[in-house]
Structure formats: structure tokens, C-alpha cells
């Protein structure tokens, strides 16, 4: 139940349909190539877009461009790309690495039809991909990821296109890679590995995980992780890591501040508080929320979760942490 609920929560801000709005102000507008035509199609007429059709075509997206949709696309122009690093490019159009190119293409697809007006009052928008862009607003220039939006509300049939004059990257690496390459979660790894976790967390996902610092683990009483690590004792060390794991959903910190509790792949809900600009999950603050991977979002806390005693999951169950 409460999975379905997190899930309609980032769904709802995943979709953003918007009703037809004018262009922006400061935001200039162009019409579509070809009335009626699908995004492909779209692009492909306009004659900016030629490495963008390429690429969309090598990944093959081009039959889900040209479907139902809608969508609304950030679309890089032929000298955004070609911003890329030498080589870059090649490097993606090659059969090999038809993964991640389809990873970055749909980094720019937002699931719903945004017009230029709506987009100016986002401050984030989720894609395609999973991952969330990020949309700052100053005056008439709006900036997506970092690149500018230098041309908007492009009308295709299937949905709209806002041109961008960089190609935004996602994130590229898993919740495990991201929190190795780190550098504050070494213990946090460490464990994950000793608890046989690695592949589990490396899947397609999507996790959310309650990540503690090495600083957290260092809070743990004296000897209790030394205990934790050895082999005897790996079904604790799992129970007390998928305390930490929300399964199936990333779930976002604005979506996480309007539930009481969080499930976990336990089985055992964590407690949510929000005060103010504080939020707790059990007795541990968030000290830095929604840090994206390719897999998931991780949130950061200062102390490390202990499953509760006894069975799981009412929201009475008393639950600890050190």
C-alpha cells in the first residue's frame, strides 16, 4: 500500500502533464517544421538536430519518439554535441554502448506534454531515464542541468520540444559506485560487500537507500561492528543493511516529507519526522537528501538505523538506532 502511495507520489511529479500554456516571457518560441508531426519528425525537418536524430535512431528510440507519447523533449542542438569532449560522441554512437546512449537521450524526455510557462516553475523535472533535471529560473533564462534553454514550446503532434544549447549527462553509476567513489561511505561499503549485497544493489532497481557515514558507523558502540563484519554473523549485517533499502521507487525527499513511514526490503517501515527544514527518519537526521545514481537516490544520515525488535510492521513497532 504504502509502496503504491510513494509511487503515485513520484509519478504524479514524473508525468507533469500541463495544460496548453503561451510562451514565456524572455523565452522565444518556435513553431513545429511541419504541422502535425510526431518529435522525430519534428527534429529531423527542422535541419538543427541532425547528430540528435542519429543518435536517438542508434539508441533505437525513434519508434517510442515518434509513438502516443506525449513527451516533452530538451533537445541539444548539432553544436551541443559537438561541446562534447573529443571523441565522446563516436564513443556513444557505437553499437556497444547503445545503453548508454539511450541512458543520456532519455535523461532529456520528461514523461507529458510541458509548455515553457509550466517549466519556469519547476525546480526539478523527472525524466525518461529516472533521474531528475535540475530547473533554475532567472528572469526570462531558464537553465536545465547547466545547459540554457534558447528556444521553446517547438509543437509536435506527440508532444513538445524545448531546444538547450548543451547536452546534460545523468549520473553514471549505481548506488553502490556512487557511494564507493565517494569517499564518506567506505564502511557502508565495506559492509554491503561482506553482506553479499554488491550485485543486489547494482540491479536495475529502483533503490532508495538511507546511506550512514563512516562517521555514523563510528557512533556504533565500541566492538559492535568489528562483530557485525564477520561471516558468522551476515544475517544480521543484512537485516540491518535492508533496514536501510526502500525497494522498487526512488523515492525523492519531497515525496519522502509527506509520508509517516517508509517500507524497507525488511520489511520493517522507518519512521519519517519533519521539522521545519529537519527531516528524521527514526532517530537519524538527513544531512544531504537526494543524491541520484543510475539506480535509485541515496539519502545521507548521521547515524546508523537498527531494525526494530520483534515483528515488523505496525508503526508502533519500537525501533532503535545508535
Do not use: W
Not at 102 to 122: E, F, N, Q, R
Not at 155 to 176: L, Q
Not at 180 to 203: I, P, Q
Amino acid at each position: 500500500m504504502l509502496i503504491a502511495l510513494m509511487t503515485s507520489l513520484m509519478l504524479s511529479s514524473a508525468t507533469m502533464t500541463a495544460p496548453p500554456a503561451s510562451p514565456a516571457q524572455g523565452m522565444p518560441a518556435m513553431p513545429a517544421a511541419t504541422s502535425g508531426s510526431t518529435i522525430v519528425n519534428t527534429a529531423v525537418a527542422n535541419g538543427k538536430f541532425k547528430t540528435l536524430v542519429a543518435a536517438v535512431q542508434a539508441a533505437g528510440l525513434a519508434d517510442t519518439l515518434n509513438g502516443a507519447g506525449p513527451f516533452t523533449v530538451f533537445a541539444p542542438t548539432d553544436e551541443a554535441f559537438a561541446k562534447l569532449p573529443s571523441g565522446t560522441l563516436e564513443m556513444l554512437l557505437k553499437p556497444e554502448n547503445k545503453g548508454k546512449l539511450a541512458a543520456i537521450l532519455t535523461y532529456h524526455v520528461v514523461p507529458g506534454s510541458v509548455k515553457a510557462a509550466d517549466v519556469m516553475k519547476m525546480k526539478f523535472a523527472t525524466t525518461v531515464n529516472g533521474q531528475r533535471l535540475a530547473i533554475k529560473t532567472n528572469g526570462g533564462k531558464v537553465m536545465v542541468d547547466g545547459a540554457t534553454v534558447t528556444a521553446t514550446d517547438i509543437a509536435c503532434s506527440n508532444g513538445v520540444i524545448h531546444v538547450i544549447d548543451t547536452v546534460v549527462m545523468p549520473v553514471d553509476g549505481t548506488v553502490v559506485d556512487v557511494a564507493a567513489k565517494n569517499g564518506s561511505f567506505n564502511t557502508l561499503v565495506a559492509a554491503v560487500k561482506a553482506a553479499g549485497l554488491v550485485e543486489t544493489l547494482s540491479g536495475k532497481g529502483p533503490f532508495t537507500i538511507i546511506a550512514p557515514t563512516d562517521a555514523a558507523f563510528a557512533k556504533l558502540p565500541p566492538g559492535t561492528l568489528d562483530m557485525l563484519l564477520k561471516p558468522e554473523n551476515k544475517q544480521k549485517l543484512t537485516e540491518i543493511l535492508t533496514y536501510h533499502v526502500v525497494p522498487g521507487v526512488a523515492a525523492y525527499s519531497d515525496a519522502v516529507v509527506k509520508m509517516r513511514e517508509v517500507p524497507t526490503v525488511l520489511g520493517r517501515p522507518v519512521m519519517v519526522k519533519v521539522m521545519g527544514d529537519k527531516v528524521m527518519l527514526n532517530n537519524a537526521t538527513v544531512v544531504i537528501p537526494d543524491v541520484q545514481a543510475s539506480n535509485g537516490v541515496i539519502h545521507v544520515v548521521e547515524t546508523v538505523l537498527m531494525p526494530p525488535e520483534g515483528s515488523s510492521s505496525s508503526s508502533g513497532t519500537k525501533s532503535s538506532s545508535y
